[in-house]
């Protein structure tokens, strides 16, 4: 479909603010606070993603900074007691860093946020170089499509194409982001098909149809049936 931005180099922040392995404590602090951003991409090389530092990585060295010596004793061997005496951007750093290419779907990157529970994933090349980040926010960008965009491309990219039928047979609308489609359709059989297309389409919130079929007197408007139900319409 091609008005709509469904993979991540559609959506992703191409300017991204990075440090070294090598970077000290105070400076990746720095850094995130004139950026203001959370976390950091560390790199190696020319560019290549190594791993990420992020605010929950620095956090522990406040947090034992007045814990009883005996206890630091006994969780010397813990990750977050590690990173409380760590220096570097190296010695803080996530890794391996969870990232995403630019060819990957919207889907797939939400996804991968959210099995990893992280907020953000560095977007690299085919040899991990970076490219750009992806943010929630980022993702949901989409909505942020108006009604009259997204009732075009339902119309132009869908409708028209899926029903065989006059075009003023059919209307669609949108409104808040949730589409319907309304009028008479000659095989009611394709609502289903046409219900999982449109919901594909990035930054539709919801599909309802009020259509009638072949054999149908009046229409009733229906809530569109999910992949996995059978269509209700008449």
Known sequence: MAHTPHIVGDVMTRTVVAVGRDAR???IVETMEQWQVSALPVLAGEGRVIGVVSE????PKEEFRE???DRMEQLRRLDDTRKAGALTAGELMSTPAFTVHADATLAAAARTMAHQSVKRLPVVDAEGMLQG???RA???????RSDDELAEEIRADIVDHLFAAPAGDLRVTVVDGVATVSGHVRDTS???VAARLIRAVEGVVDVRFDVTGPDSVHSRATRAPSPDAPADVP
């Open 25 to 27: 404590f105070k400076e």
């Open 133 to 135: 980040i992806v943010s």
């Open 190 to 192: 394709l609502v289903p």
């Open 138 to 144: 980022d993702l949901l960008k989409v909505f942020l």
């Open 56 to 59: 929950a990585d620095l956090l």
């Open 67 to 69: 814990s009883d010596p």
